[in-house]
């Protein structure tokens, strides 16, 4: 007998809480756990909504219950006389959601004289001062916008419809935070607009080195056909410092100039970009003048070449901010696409070596390789004793592309691209670009 007692002072105290919090969701403005200044507001669809809710329930009560709820209900009504305003102590965490209905962590409940409403929902259910009902700190996601508000250690603010998500990483683009880059001359390019992202000395000259070889891909592909034959001289093929990388190509071997670019643009050979530059406009000076012209054309301002290859010379430089115009532009054709990106190929026999396999330096863009970088869709090395290590890098994600371009680098090279793509991929995801 005394355990049914107990359950029906239960039902009585929650048939009591509903009916008043509906009165006060009637009365109008309902506060519930709110940083100060902030407040929800209730639609009329929302009072009609916890009316009726506790209409159902008072009315489910037997006979002998509802007797004393109008009992109690008349005491309660007595204390202040009209509906109040829901108020929570700072600590616990509370849900509002606007759309068909209130979403809270807690039930909305009026205190008695004295009562916060937490303390009168705990003694009605039994739990302890601050726990919560259901997880506290995430928002009901739905087609309408919602709002989190908590305290302690819980991040406030945080939603899971798509509305709030975005406005929360809108917000959070303050915090992404620029790369660090150790190189001496860096840049990252937004590629649709030519926005500078990130610069290091974006406009100081640098030897570029084998990176060079971006301008003579893009110049020969604007001067030849990818069937014509390439002979090599002696003098192209001899004409290189202590150290230079070849292929072994020597005067009177003939490749195609598809054959000639992969292995300029994989293996990075020298003899090749001078003969390409002899195919196309009879010496490697005159094809330089073209190299400058299309220089000045993709609109670098401080930007001369001497040779087709990036060997050192003191009149061949370059900057980070020029080297991405050209990879930009570079980028922009398919083939040199389609050759740039490719991993592996096989070089054809020519008089001092045999057919073999070349592979491409750029070590981002192996997937087995630790440094693989997903989305890459053109890049180049470089290095010279002058140079240091210099990297050209373009990678397309989501519809958005972005060049990065490191020189003078001590061995960072790799990281430092690394670093300023995560970034400007960072801000895309930030709404930033």
């Keep these: 007998m005394k355990h049914k007692h107990k359950v029906q002072i239960l039902s009585l105290g929650l048939a009591l809480a509903l009916s008043q919090a509906a009165n006060a969701f009637a009365a109008g403005t309902v506060t519930v756990g709110l940083a100060p200044g902030e407040t929800a507001q209730t639609s009329v669809a929302e009072t009609n909504a916890a009316q009726s809710s506790a209409t159902e329930t008072s009315a489910a009560q037997k006979t002998s219950e509802s007797s004393a709820a109008q009992s109690a209900s008349e005491t309660a009504a007595s204390q202040n006389g009209t509906s109040q305003a829901v108020s929570q102590t700072p600590g616990t965490s509370h849900t509002v959601t606007a759309g068909n209905g209130v979403t809270s962590d807690r039930p909305a409940v009026l205190p008695a004289a004295g009562q916060t409403p937490v303390a009168v929902l705990d003694a009605i259910l039994n739990l302890g001062p601050g726990t919560a009902a259901s997880n506290s700190g995430t928002a009901v996601s739905g087609n309408t916008s919602s709002k989190t508000v908590s305290a302690g250690n819980e991040n406030p603010g945080t939603a899971t419809n798509n509305q709030a998500s975005a406005t929360q990483s809108t917000a959070s683009a ?39 070889k971006v301008m003579t891909a893009l110049v020969v592909l604007e001067h030849c056909n990818l069937n014509d034959t390439v002979t090599f001289s002696e003098t192209a093929t001899t004409n290189l410092e202590s150290g230079a990388v070849a292929l072994g190509v020597s005067a009177g071997d003939q490749l195609t100039v598809e054959q000639s670019l992969y292995g300029l643009l994989l293996k990075s050979a020298n003899e090749i970009g001078n003969g390409l530059a002899e195919h196309v406009s009879g010496s490697v000076s005159a094809f330089a003048d073209l190299m400058n012209a299309k220089a000045k054309e993709l609109g670098c301002k401080n930007t001369h070449f001497a040779n087709p290859h990036g060997l050192n010379n003191e009149n061949h430089k370059t900057t980070p901010y020029d080297m991405a115009l050209i990879l930009r532009a570079a980028v922009a054709n398919d083939t040199f696409r389609k050759i740039d990106t490719t991993t592996s190929y096989e070089f054809p026999a020519i008089k001092n070596a045999a057919a073999h396999t070349i592979t491409m330096g750029h070590k981002m863009m192996y997937k087995t390789d630790s440094r693989y970088y997903e989305g890459i869709i053109g890049g180049k090395t470089g290095y010279t004793s002058k140079a240091g290590n210099t990297l050209v890098t373009a990678v397309e994600r989501d519809g958005v592309r972005l060049i990065a371009v490191v020189m003078k680098a001590k061995g960072t090279h790799y990281t430092d691209t690394k670093a300023m793509l995560d970034y400007g991929f960072q801000l895309h995801a930030a709404g930033k670009i």
Excluded: M, R
Excluded at 184 to 211: C, H, M, R, W
């Design 174 to 212: 303050a915090d992404i935070k620029q790369p660090e880059v150790a190189a001496e001359g860096a840049v990252l390019l937004n590629a649709a607009t030519g926005e500078v992202l990130y610069g290091k000395n974006q406009d100081q000259q640098f030897y570029p080195a084998s990176i060079t």
